[in-house]
């Protein structure tokens, strides 16, 4: 069987070799773990990493199948059927997630042809995109934080990472273990079926060009590629580059967003911070940092405010103003309204 789509000549022979030895027994897995996946109502997702273990980063190559024959209808680990069947790159994603006792991993998951190129594909009805987040929600014990948030900001109307609950089955070595329900997130990014802003390129280092599309976040840690510059009014707070990334972005538009930023900081400690011309409704859309403040305070998210805070601005031809969002990172929400606040992290 060969990934959908894609025609593989006699030349290539070793490709449909390697993936077909990827993917053998997704049909028929073997689960050496204590609990044994047969049927469940949710997609199933197989991922076979030819023996290798997966890494904070790089992506290794792996093979993914999905099972997915529709809302609530049974899907069985013996189904052929699959709605994806082909190449990915996985690497595990998050800070505390990583450490030995946080027994279901995260990972970010690039879907790619067999050249090793990314492939926009759609994954569970979601739209034609190459990144995704396959999401353990180790720590919930009601699995839905993430889920539920992001439904409830969509139905305030913005744009948010669309989800799908599914079950994983996992082989790095001879046998298959089943990991339990994850979710199948998107990953925030620019694009059309995204954060939909316009594409920052090289050369776009001058006038209009240069003002937009940007997304940066409010975050706790700092690292090679989503780098970025501390608050000039609080240290401790600190924003990364997540469009363009900080191995990409230039020199003229890391200067415009920071300076575009630090003004608005200003504005917001001057007297006048409140002045309907010069005041911050200059600087940022109103209401969508209303929503966001509102959603933080809700669910009582312990991470609020600190990390995982995305803002994004546009060209100043589409609309000048610094908008918050998109919304991520809830697995920590919720907790402080039960008595728990522990600081989990899956980001």
């Known amino acids: 069987m060969i990934p959908k789509g894609e025609k593989f000549s006699s030349q290539n022979s070793k490709v449909k070799l390697f993936l077909a030895f990827l993917l053998t027994f997704a049909v028929f897995p073997f689960c050496s773990s204590s609990q044994i996946l047969d049927s469940t109502n949710l997609p199933i997702v197989f991922i076979n990493t030819n023996f290798q273990s ?6 290794i190559t792996a093979g993914m199948a999905i099972i997915d024959n529709g809302y609530n209808v049974m899907n069985h680990v013996t189904d052929t059927n699959f709605t994806y069947y082909g190449y990915i790159g996985i690497e595990q994603r998050g800070s505390i997630s990583q450490q030995s006792w946080w027994t279901q991993k995260s990972y970010a998951v690039e879907t790619r042809d067999s050249l090793g190129t990314d ?16 999401y353990g929600p180790f720590s919930e014990a009601t699995l839905m934080k993430n889920v539920l948030t992001y ?9 948010v990472t669309r989800t799908k609950y599914c079950e994983m089955m996992l082989k790095t070595g001879f046998t298959w273990n089943y990991n339990g329900i994850y979710v199948m997130m998107e990953k925030i990014k620019r694009g059309n079926n995204r954060v939909d802003i316009s594409k920052l390129d090289l050369d776009d280092n001058a006038g209009d060009s240069l003002t937009g599309g940007y997304i940066i976040a409010v975050d706790r840690n700092i690292n090679a590629i989503d780098s970025g510059w501390a608050s000039q009014k609080d240290t401790s707070v600190i924003f990364t580059y997540k469009y363009p990334k900080g191995d990409e972005i230039t020199s003229q538009q890391k200067n415009y967003i920071q300076q575009y930023v630090d003004t608005f900081e200003t504005v917001m400690q001057s007297p006048n911070f409140a002045n309907l011309t010069t005041g ?37 031809s589409v609309d000048s103003r610094l908008h918050a969002g998109p919304h991520w990172d809830y697995n920590s929400a919720y907790k402080v309204a039960l008595g728990g606040c522990e600081p989990f992290d899956s980001d």
């Open 54 to 59: 997966i890494p904070d980063e790089p992506k």
């Open 119 to 134: 492939m926009n594909v759609i994954i569970l009805n979601m739209p034609k995109e190459s990144d995704w987040v396959l």
């Open 151 to 159: 439904q409830l900001v969509r139905e305030l109307g913005y744009y």
């Open 280 to 316: 911050f409704r200059k600087y940022i859309e109103p209401v969508s940092f209303m929503d966001f403040f509102f959603m933080q305070e809700l669910s009582k998210n312990v991470d609020a405010y600190k990390r995982s805070s995305y803002l994004y601005k546009d060209k100043n």
